[in-house]
């Protein structure tokens, strides 16, 4: 039986079995992570030989443990257990398989916090963004044009309130879920901050990506945001700033005095990256990403098209669980930049683009390396690759490194991320 074969066999049995087969694969994780996974092999096997199956069971058991330890070191936990929960929605008639299933993922106490949000995340296949920022900032017609639909109604996500609103937005067999914080930089009475901050703060530990949205052509961090940022900062600390990108909107717009683009962009940077220092660390304020935007033009002023850049930072700066359940979403705009193709054409409109090869959103070179850098922050990319010398050889040559189990471990989740793979891989 060869690797393949192996694997899709552990799949099957530990997907017929259920929960207790997943219970030992996580033990065996653990174990093995110690040096004696074979000791724990063993142990398994003979505590099943004087049971009802004898034996012809112990020896069944050991046979699936070894094979269970080969596709831990080759693949990863959460992979493997990807795949098995994957195989047994396919084979459930239960409407609610999957809410089952989160539940039971939830329930294993042997898995960090994490894991589990790896692995349920794969499961629903929900990409979870929070937006902070005044309303008419741009807020809605920035993730219009990011997912290339319209899926918020421009002039404002939702009326302002005191509570966090979310809702869900399917594409392409995946969800894109939205909170939106409206009542956080635009309410003047701030006697329902703490109750508002402690429900970001309840939400945070699920959002793979925070957006914080604010007008290029202001001069300096508005009062409104400084408030909402220092009680944020202090509510929940560094693990604010972690999956932050600064979005930068109406970059074509008339800028102050005689201010030319770069030199706008740059100062307002700087003023930002001050501010957030003084909540936070330099650190913290050194790697926070900024993104110009403009969402009445495909390009900013300095001809670079917007939304692959934008792109390209959520694929880096978002949660390594959040990363295939976005690719999944939006893989399907992503295309390659010729190098030909002169900027200033990115205004033409999505049919043209359709009708001479290019996708919504196209990546150069420098891009398509940091996306493919980042999405190996992703288990999946891990799951894809198998163990470090796999990393190298993806490195050499992506397209044979992705060739050969991507299928057995994610099934048919994956097809959207390996082709999205392929894709930006070839020269």
Not at 317 to 322: L, N
Request: charged share 20%; proline share 4%; aromatic share 6%.
């Amino acid at each position: 039986m060869n690797k393949r074969d192996a694997l899709d066999e552990v799949v099957r049995i530990a997907a017929s079995v259920g929960a207790p087969a997943v219970m030992l694969i996580v033990a065996l994780s653990i174990v093995g992570a110690s040096g004696v996974a074979g000791g724990a092999a063993l142990t398994a096997a003979l505590a099943l030989l004087g049971g009802p199956g004898g034996i012809p069971v112990g020896i069944m058991v050991l046979t699936f443990v070894g094979g269970v330890s080969a596709a831990l070191a080759s693949h990863g936990l959460e992979a493997l257990l990807v795949a098995i929960y994957n195989r047994r929605i396919e084979i459930s008639d239960d409407p609610e398989i999957v809410d089952v299933l989160v539940r039971e993922v939830e329930s294993i106490p042997l898995l960090r916090n994490s894991q589990k949000r790896t692995i349920t995340s794969a499961l629903t296949r929900t990409f979870s963004i929070l937006l902070v920022g005044r309303t008419g900032t741009g807020k809605s017609s920035t993730i219009n044009s990011l997912l290339g639909r319209e899926v918020a109604a421009v002039g404002g996500l939702i009326p302002v309130t005191n509570k966090i609103q979310c809702f869900d937005c399917p594409i392409n067999d995946a969800v894109i879920r939205l909170y939106d914080t409206p009542g956080l930089c635009d309410s003047a009475d701030m006697s329902n901050d703490d109750a508002y901050i402690a429900s970001i703060k309840a939400t945070l530990p699920s959002i793979d990506l925070v957006l914080f949205i604010t007008p290029l052509n202001e001069t300096r961090v508005s009062r409104d945001e400084r408030v909402a940022l220092r009680s944020l900062s202090a509510a929940i600390g560094k693990h604010l700033w972690e999956n932050m990108i600064v979005v930068f909107t109406f970059a074509c717009s008339s800028l102050p005095g005689d201010s030319l683009y770069a030199d706008f962009v740059e100062e307002r940077v700087k003023a930002f990256r001050n501010f957030v220092t003084e909540l936070s660390a330099e650190k913290v304020s050194r790697e926070l990403p900024f993104v110009p935007v403009d969402n009445t033009n495909h390009v900013c002023p300095d001809n670079r098209e917007w939304i692959p850049e934008l792109f390209t930072l959520i694929i880096e700066h978002c949660s390594s669980s959040g990363i295939y359940p976005f690719v999944q979403a939006l893989a399907a705009d992503v295309g390659a930049n010729d190098n030909d193709r002169d900027t200033g054409e990115g205004q033409q409109n999505e049919s043209a683009n359709a009708t001479d090869g290019h996708r919504r959103i196209n990546l150069d070179d420098d891009q398509q390396e940091r996306v493919k850098k980042g999405m190996k922050r992703s288990v999946f990319v891990g799951a894809i690759i198998g163990a470090a010398t796999a990393v190298a050889a993806m490195v050499i040559s992506p397209i044979v490194a992705v060739a050969g189990f991507p299928a057995i471990i994610l099934g048919g989740m994956s097809g959207a991320f390996i082709g999205f793979w392929r894709r930006i891989s070839k020269k």
